[in-house]
């Protein structure tokens, strides 16, 4: 097979968990770029529809399943729909995340709970989900949300719950790797830095705080979504067949120094 076959996507079948902006939007055009369909589980019924009409358009089949990603029945839901696009399920991105910006003296227990619940407890419902499905067809690849936040400790502002959601992530990736490799499941993770986008990107603009990142960035810049989108593509793909219980740091350098 050529690497152009090991990198195609044609006919697989996807899930995106937070597909409807961002990040998880990017992924999802740049997977059904290579041939994938994909099923949006998105929680917002403003931008999930529009996402899978988008994705629809790219020549692939798209779904939107309204799927909130920390109840696992609704992403047994989202399972049910990809099957039903083409038989299989081949690739599950849990993407979907949230931030908090908040000195830890003043993070209430439900702050914490909730970004946890979102940011760890949905990735790991999701990596469930993709489990039977993925081991019955003796392959699959699962990417998971990390961060370059996974790794360092960001400054100026105080996430200190955010940070530790990350790191979990990661370890996570790692575990079921290794418990999952013998069925043929690769489970990694992708750790962008400052994005482009809602979550950091307004931020940049200002001084006390983007001033900040700026001069600690070896490009000076933010990342663009789309510079996130060949690693995606290359972790779903047959070309990156002996990868797995890798994190990919896409930032710029700026963990380096
Ligand atoms: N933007 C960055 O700079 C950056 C950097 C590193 C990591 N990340 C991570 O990448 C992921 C995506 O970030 P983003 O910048 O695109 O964020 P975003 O806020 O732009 O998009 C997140 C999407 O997830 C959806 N969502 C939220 N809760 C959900 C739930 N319970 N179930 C299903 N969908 C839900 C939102 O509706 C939204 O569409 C997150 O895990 C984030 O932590 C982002």
Redesign the pocket.
Known sequence: MSLMEKLSLKGRTAIV??A?????LAYARGLAEMGANIVV????EK?GPDAAKELSGLGVKSIFVK????KREQLDQAVVAAISLSGTLDIMVN?????LWKEAENVSQADWLKLMD??VN?VFYGCQAAFAPMKKQGKGSIIN?G???AHIVNIPQAQASYNTS?AAVVHLTKSLAIEWAKFGIRVNSI?????S????GPFWQDPAIGGVWKRMSPMGRMGEPEELVGVITLLASDAASFTTGSDYVVDGGFICP
Do not use: F, V
């Open positions: 968990t937070g409807g902006q961002g990040l998880g589980a998105e929680i917002s931008t799927t909130d990603a920390t993407n979907a995340g949230i931030t979102i940011n949905a949300a961060s370059m936040s990350k750790s962008p830095g400052y994005m986008g809602p979550m950091a």
